[in-house]
């Protein structure tokens, strides 16, 4: 792998951070935080109740929170990891704000998820007018991945 790999991730609970974090390592990656501006609580994640920020956010699909920081060098990577836990049986909205806030042209994108119980489901085809230059290479479950099983993955998708 000779491309410069970025894995940014956003991460409510710090699970899908632990797993972000073992791939960065397996890929030999940089690591980015995506950051609400406004941090969720844990009243914002109660997605049994139907007026929880989240339960709005994923029920507008012009919902787009603010991101706290940026990449400052985005056009040094030649492929970006995006991970995020699956809400809803997709992306959180905050993961559009990430790609619509980027130029990802030419750029290799690979999702990653965790999730509590449900798949990536149609999340690519979600996500890809968000960034309809870059190249997207599917995506993939990491729940309880080991690093050498996540190098087996990165090295599989060609980067």
């Known amino acids: ?27 030999n990656a940089d690591l980015f935080e995506i950051e609400p501006k406004t941090p969720y609580t844990s009243a914002d994640l109660n997605w049994m109740d139907k007026k929880s920020r989240s339960t709005l956010e994923m029920k507008d699909p012009a919902s787009r929170p603010e991101i706290a920081s940026r990449v400052a060098n985005l056009g040094d990577y030649d492929a970006v990891f995006i991970g995020f836990p699956v809400w809803w049986y997709t992306a959180p909205t905050i993961i559009k704000t990430f790609l619509e806030s980027y130029d ?35 995506g993939k479950l990491i729940n309880g991945a080991t690093e050498s099983s996540l190098k087996a993955w990165v090295e599989s998708l060609n980067l």
Do not use: Q
Request: overall charge positive.
């Open 1 to 27: 792998m000779s491309k410069k790999i970025l894995v940014a991730y956003f991460s409510a609970s710090g699970t899908t951070k632990k797993a972000a974090s073992l791939l960065a390592k397996a890929a």
């Open 104 to 138: 990802f042209s030419g750029k290799e994108i690979v999702l990653f998820a965790t999730s509590g119980g449900s798949g990536l489901g149609a999340t690519v085809d979600a996500l890809r007018p968000c960034a309809p230059h870059a190249v997207f290479k599917g």
